[in-house]
């Protein structure tokens, strides 16, 4: 596999004050990964060698012509907001899409396992912005994931998945999709509690999509016990469905105290989820999602030792309330079930 780095996303999308989404959170990452001995290969935006124009082409695959219009309108009268979590500021359009534009190259030229470090995340924007309802763009400008999709439906696949398993719901990519036949498991936290509060188990895709849109909901305080339960369904899911292709939204804020959830996962959680991607062994694009403390650390090396299939002995921490554990599985089982029949 191989590790990219955006380089100007250790310097551009500044906050306009202290806020979880900013330019140190990939200086957390290349300090952990330098630490684990593992290496990566930096790229510069003039790298993508594409123009606004043709980088808004892309985009405009995926995001409405009119949300873009008021993006480039607001990355002019800098610094602003998108809404109260959202920000632009000086390099945040320029930023955004070279990580867009660099998403779609590698589904288009990869044939193996790419992970892209760069920001904003983007899973929670949708065709206008704001996806599903919800009140926020959270922290997201433009869908890397999706453009991902792009790139490899344009490269001729035809069976694509996505696997989310950041802890927020990635309403954005599910709303882009919800109506095609790409399969789309989404792990995350009751979304009772946390933003973006969609993503509940009956949420399952509408007309060809249906059934293509698999939300497995962990409780508050869920951990490495019932992780393991659902990774291996994820993978029997994925073994039946036989993808050609497969994108990922890599969050690490499921981490125990990373800070912005209250799941509880530890280096076993992620080490088995890189384990099933390499199981797949199809073209993958991995880009960037949540994590804002030791998930960035800990959980993004365990993964990364995961997808390597390096020899680890992670120790799983049982943390999930039995009764909550059992209605997790109950609800989980009958989706996957209503998918099996859909996508095979």
């Known amino acids: 596999m191989e590790i990219e780095v955006l380089s100007e996303s250790k310097t551009l999308h500044r906050p306009l004050a202290e806020h979880p989404e900013n330019p140190s959170r990939v ?20 790298d993508t060698g594409l123009t606004l124009e043709e980088q ?32 632009v500021s000086q390099g945040s359009l320029e930023l955004a899409l070279a990580t867009l534009t660099e998403s779609y190259n590698l589904a288009l030229h990869t044939g193996s396992t790419v992970l892209l470090i760069s920001r904003p995340p983007g899973h929670h924007a949708g065709r206008g912005g704001r996806a599903m309802g919800a009140s926020t763009q959270g922290f997201c400008i433009l869908n ?55 993503g509940y188990p009956e949420e399952m895709g509408e007309g060809e999509g249906f059934g293509y849109k698999v939300n497995l909901v962990l409780p508050v305080g869920g951990g490495d016990d019932l992780y393991a339960e659902l990774v291996e369904r994820t993978r029997t899911l994925l073994e039946k469905y036989s993808p050609e ?3 990922v939204s890599a969050g690490f804020d499921a981490f125990l105290n990373d800070g912005l959830a209250d ?35 800990r959980g993004l090396v365990s993964f990364i030792e995961g997808l390597m299939s390096a020899r680890r002995k992670y120790t799983a921490k049982t943390t999930t309330l039995r009764a909550l554990f059992r209605k997790a599985i109950t609800d989980a089982e009958r989706v996957l079930e209503k998918a099996s029949r859909r996508v095979l």
């Open 144 to 198: 890397n994931a999706a453009a991902s999709v792009v790139g490899f439906t344009d490269r001729g696949f035809r069976k694509i998945a996505v696997l989310d398993f950041d802890a927020h719901h990635g309403n954005g990519t599910m709303e882009i999709f919800y109506r095609e036949k790409i399969l789309q498991i989404d792990l995350h936290e009751d979304p009772a509690v946390l933003y973006p509060h969609t």
């Open 27 to 46: 200086d957390r990452v290349l300090s952990a990964l330098k630490s684990s001995g593992l290496t990566w290969r930096e790229i510069s935006i003039r």
């Open 245 to 247: 292709a497969l994108v």
């Open 263 to 297: 799941l509880a996962a530890t280096e076993i959680t992620y080490y088995k989820l890189g384990l099933l991607i390499r199981s797949l062994s199809v073209p993958t694009v991995l880009v960037l999602e949540g994590g804002y403390g030791v998930g960035l650390e």
């Open 56 to 87: 808004l082409k892309i985009a405009s695959r995926i995001h409405a012509k009119g949300y873009l219009d008021y993006i480039v309108r607001l990355s002019k009268s800098t610094p602003a907001l998108i809404d109260e979590d959202t920000y």
